[in-house]
């Protein structure tokens, strides 16, 4: 049997199917979209002091506030937010947690080979770590670990798949899957070949993660203001003064955890930049259904290209599907206009009926998008600023759900002066090499997009950009 090409950028299904498909689909995150979602907090008003700021309501300043407290229940900690809990990032994405601290073993060996061993321990550490705050607070983000399957919907991936299986030879954590065993776990006609884990990823409702935290850390006596967007620093004698339009916060120290929007330290504004991601979610599916595509444990998929799509299953039985488009828009904003994009809309739809065509006829409930921070090692990077007082975790590229526990950890070490095995690694020593300010990001950052594509379609071979790029250490990838 002839395996078709997998994807692409022009629509393959109907336009007229497509446009039905999406046409209720709600243009709002789903994970928001829920009636459990608190009510909002009082925004910061007046001058206060506190012993930590945190400025930044998503992950990584939630855990930054929450662990903070747990080290020292004494210390008095403020975390301001923008906006809403969790309406940014960290509402916005699939809910896969990896325990990956270097976006995949093969961007690990390019920027930390010599610091493979501890940065594994250092994974394994923070991934448990993460499940036994979750049980220890009770809070119910509906995580299931129930590992991955990552699949070959083109004919050179099948030799990465068997070169991961090969590594993995005598520890059981991965099964190599085609034919009828792979169909057993999913079946796609774009499906060559699979590589089953069933441990090493865990999945979230990532709204309820973020939410549950933020009630924990109030339990443990934070101090939580949305509506408070931080919109200056400066530092005095006696530390740092974060200020809001409404108020101001004195504090001794500073964790910055702001991610994609721009740093208040206007220094580091040039080692990421947003980058936008787009998923579907569908409607509920029946037994039935699930049973037509072989899906049905509780495991996300991936595919193997550059350009990768990821999906999983909600609490609902509805599947999430998103990816492929990493969408920078011309000058580097962040502009809620672009959490919608239709052209990216229609072309997750068509790939999604391409890969199970089995589900023709199906609705999507929901469509979104929003930005991620992009740092030039695909990795996050943590540093102090301000004579020590000021730290920032950043640049997390999509894989953020566990690692900006580990960042806020890394910040509350640098924020000590500590020395642990976190401060001495290099993504908490050293920058990224930097990405240029537009008008001169623009047209690199599509250049390179381009030679990923192509990449994927030259059988995965990197033409002479992106092997240039790698020697800088600059990684692409959508």
């Given amino acids: 049997m002839t395996v078709p090409t997998a994807y692409g950028h022009d629509l393959r299904t109907p336009r007229a199917i497509v446009d039905a498909a999406l046409s209720d689909a709600a243009p709002r995150p789903f994970w928001l979209d829920d009636p459990s979602r608190p009510a909002p907090r009082p925004a910061l008003r007046g001058d206060r002091e506190t012993d930590l700021v945190v400025v930044g309501g998503g992950y990584c300043g939630l855990w ?15 975390l301001l937010e923008g906006q809403r809990i969790a309406w940014s990032a960290s ?3 699939g809910g896969f947690v990896e325990p990956s601290l270097t976006h995949g073993p093969e961007n690990g060996e390019l920027h930390f080979a010599d610091e493979i061993a501890e940065i594994t321990a250092l994974e394994t550490e923070n991934f448990e770590a993460l499940d036994a705050t979750l049980t220890r607070y009770g809070i119910d983000a509906e995580w299931e670990e ?3 399957l990552t699949v070959a919907t083109e004919p050179h991936q099948l030799g990465w798949l068997e070169e991961a299986a090969a590594a993995d030879s005598g ?3 991965a099964e190599y899957l085609t034919g009828d065993a792979l169909a057993t776990k999913a079946s796609s006609p774009l499906f060559r070949a699979g590589l089953f884990a069933a441990s090493g990823a865990a999945y979230v409702h990532p709204a309820k993660l973020a939410w549950g935290l933020a009630e924990a850390a109030e339990g443990l006596g934070v101090e939580i203001h949305e509506h408070s967007p931080a919109i200056g620093l400066k530092t005095t004698a006696e530390g740092v003064v974060i200020t809001t339009p409404d108020g101001e916060v004195r504090a001794a120290r500073v964790a910055l955890a702001t991610n994609v929007f721009p740093s208040l330290l206007p220094s580091r504004r040039l080692f990421t930049v947003p980058v936008y ?6 409607e509920p599916l029946s037994a039935e259904q699930l049973e037509s595509i072989g899906w049905t444990g509780r495991y996300g998929i991936t595919d193997s290209s550059r350009e990768f799509h990821y999906y999983r299953k909600t609490a609902d039985d509805r599947i999430l ?7 920078y828009h011309r000058g580097g904003r962040v502009r809620r206009s672009q959490d919608q994009r239709p052209e990216t809309f229609r072309r997750l739809a068509d790939h999604f009926l391409l890969t199970f065509p089995q589900l023709s006829g ?8 929003g930005a991620i921070d992009m740092s030039t090692q695909l990795v996050a990077f943590h540093g102090v600023a301000k004579g020590g007082r000021v730290a920032y975790s950043a640049g997390y590229t999509g894989l953020g759900v566990a690692a900006t526990r580990f960042g806020a950890e890394t910040m509350l070490d640098l924020l000590a002066g500590a020395d642990t095995p976190r401060t001495r690694l290099k993504m908490a020593r050293r920058l ?3 990405i240029p300010p537009e008008p001169f990001a623009y047209p690199l950052i599509q250049t390179m997009r381009h030679a990923v594509a192509a990449s994927d379609a030259n059988g995965g071979k990197d033409g002479p950009l992106l092997k240039l790029a790698g020697l800088f250490g600059v990684g692409f990838d959508s």
Avoid at 64 to 78: F, G, H, N, S, Y
Avoid at 321 to 327: H, K, N, S, T
Avoid at 362 to 369: D, S, V, Y
């Fill in 64 to 78: 930054t506030a929450l662990i903070a407290k747990e080290r020292d229940p004494q210390r008095r900690v403020i």
């Fill in 362 to 369: 199906i609705r999507f409930t929901h469509a979104w998008g």
């Fill in 91 to 93: 509402g916005r994405n």
């Fill in 432 to 434: 990224p090499v930097p």
């Fill in 171 to 173: 520890h059981g954590h």
């Fill in 277 to 282: 991601d787009y998923v579907l979610m569908t």
């Fill in 321 to 327: 599907f998103g990816g492929y488009d990493a969408v």
């Fill in 146 to 148: 129930t590992g991955i």
